[in-house]
C-alpha cells in the first residue's frame, strides 16, 4: 500500500501535515524523530523530546517535528518536489534515474559517493539542510561568490560563504550549486559523517526514492 502527503516546501525545508494534522520536517539529517504523538500512514507514532532551540526555529515554519529516520526507515519514500508530495510505500515504487548504493554511516547519516570538484567524496543526504556544506580542502583557493546565513540548534544562527562546486553523481548527473563551509565546531562533527552535505539542491531538481531496506538511493530523471 503506499499512502502519499502534500509537502510544503518552506524556506527550502520539506513539510508534510500527518494524518492528525501535526506539521513536520522530514529531516533524513536526524536519526530520531522529535516532537509530539502523531499519525501517519494509519499507524500512531510517538516522537522523542526536542530541544527549546529547536523548537524555536521550528515556530518560524510552523511545524511541531522532526520526522527522522527512525519512521522514514520503516517505507520506502519518494521525496517529490515538483509536485510537492511525499509517498510512503511498503514496496519499491521503482522510480527511473540513477540508482546509488546507500552508505550508512556511524551517526545515523544516509549518503551516497560522488565526486566534488574532480576528488572522490562521501556526501551525507540531508533534507534539512537548505544549503549545500563541503569540506573546506574540497574548495580549498576556490573564490567566493556569495553569502548566506544558516542556523545550527546548538549554535544559533551563523554566517555562510558561498564557493562554486562541480558535482558528478554516478554516471549520468552532473550539477554545478554554491556550497559554503561550516564552521568551527560544526566542520569537525560533519568531517566525522563524509566530504558534504546536500538537501535542498538535490531535492529541488527532481524525485528522490530512499529504499532502506535494499540499500539504494535513486535520483530521478529530470522532468519526472
Not at 526514492?209 to 522532468?223: A, Q, S, V, W
Request: proline share 5%; glycine share 14%; net charge neutral.
Amino acid at each position: 500500500m503506499t499512502y502519499t502527503y502534500k509537502l510544503e516546501i518552506k524556506k527550502k525545508h520539506p513539510i508534510i501535515t500527518t494524518d492528525d494534522g501535526r506539521r513536520l520536517i522530514v529531516d533524513t539529517g536526524s536519526p530520531v524523530t522529535a516532537g509530539p504523538k502523531f499519525r501517519l500512514c494509519g499507524e500512531s507514532m510517538t516522537g522523542g523530546p526536542i530541544l527549546v532551540d529547536v523548537l524555536k526555529c521550528l515556530g518560524g515554519y510552523r511545524a511541531k517535528g522532526l520526522l527522522g529516520l527512525d519512521v522514514l526507515k520503516k517505507y520506502h519514500v519518494v521525496i517529490d518536489y515538483p509536485n510537492e508530495q511525499i509517498m510512503f510505500s511498503e514496496q519499491p515504487l521503482g522510480i527511473k534515474g540513477e540508482r546509488l548504493t546507500m552508505n550508512k554511516g556511524m551517526l545515523g547519516e544516509i549518503g551516497f559517493d560522488a565526486d566534488i570538484n574532480g576528488r572522490p567524496s562521501k556526501v551525507v543526504f540531508n533534507t534539512g539542510a537548505p544549503i549545500s556544506y563541503v569540506a573546506p580542502y574540497l574548495v580549498e583557493g576556490y573564490e567566493i561568490v556569495g553569502h548566506d546565513k544558516d542556523f545550527y540548534p546548538c549554535g544559533g544562527k551563523f554566517d555562510v560563504d558561498l564557493r562554486n562546486v562541480d558535482l558528478r553523481i554516478g554516471d549520468a548527473i552532473e550539477m554545478k550549486k554554491k556550497a559554503g563551509v561550516l564552521p568551527g565546531r560544526l566542520a569537525l562533527t560533519a568531517a566525522l559523517m563524509g566530504d558534504a552535505i546536500i538537501g535542498y539542491d538535490l531535492l529541488s531538481r527532481g524525485q528522490v526514492e530512499l529504499d532502506f531496506e535494499n540499500g539504494f538511493i535513486t535520483i530521478g530523471e529530470l522532468g519526472l
